[in-house]
């Protein structure tokens, strides 16, 4: 993990709706921490600082610090809800984790070497499945995403998530229920035009 997010937040003593509903008033973010065998903590968060934080894509997958009265903990993000007519953040949960401590959190995919791939030179396009998954690890390994690699990828060929390298002791979640959950992630597809389609189009009246 490259980078360090920092959230500052102020404690909140009262919870509610109505306590919820005043903080946003005041451009702020309602939140509360919890776990790690503490009592749920109410926080207030800056929108902006939120808003900032939370346009890094890394952000969803990290261990974060949130500080709260000058007291950092560690944590993930468990949960944004959002306004969805309007940019703004309603509320959020924070998780507290230890960095030993074993986590199942989703983490983005990033697609790599499309266009220098077998099918990509052939004019193919990936068409992606998936663009995140769920693994399991010990939270100082929680990486920021993972590469899914398309160099060798022709058209008509599809990568699964059991093709997917995973650095040590990472595991995806939903592989150990079984070969039937090795879920595609993403094909090749041509983007050609097919001969007869050209030709219909050729033969066709104006």
Known sequence: MSDVFEFVAENRGQSGKGAAKRVRRQGKVPAIIYGGHREPQMLTLSHNDVIKHLDHEAVYSHVLDVSVNGTTEKAILKNIQRNPQKLQVMHIDFQRVTLSEVLKV??????INEAISIGGKKGGIAA?????????????????YLEVDLASLDIGDSLHLSDIV???GLEIVVLAQGPEH???????MSSKVSKDDETSEEAAPE
Request: charged share 10%.
């Open 106 to 111: 989703h983490v983005p995919l990033h697609f």
């Open 128 to 144: 992606h499945s998936l663009v995140d998954v769920e693994v399991s690890c010990v939270a100082a390994a929680l990486p920021e």
């Open 166 to 168: 995973l650095p040590p």
């Open 182 to 188: 090795d879920l595609p992630v993403v094909s090749m």
